[in-house]
């Protein structure tokens, strides 16, 4: 089961999401292809994630960026 989920969706707008359902993000960056990557701390939460935001999935290709330098969400 996959950790990453590709989202039709701002960063600021699934980070919000996610901090409704108490969900944390390992990892999240802007596609260069519009959109969003999160990587969540494990499968169970990214196939949730899945579940809820199912409009929002992209099924495509994606491009990331090569300069991106991922960074960690804060710890709180």
């Known amino acids: ?25 390992s990892v999240i960056e802007p596609l260069l292809s519009g959109g969003t990557r999160a990587i969540f701390n494990n499968g169970a939460d990214a196939e949730r994630i899945r579940r809820e935001m199912k409009g929002k999935l992209i099924a495509s290709p994606t491009t990331r960026s090569p300069l991106y330098v991922s960074r960690s969400r804060p710890a709180r």
């Open 1 to 25: 089961m996959s950790r990453v989920v590709n989202l039709d969706a701002a960063p600021d707008a699934v980070t919000s999401f996610c901090d409704k359902l108490g969900i944390a993000i």
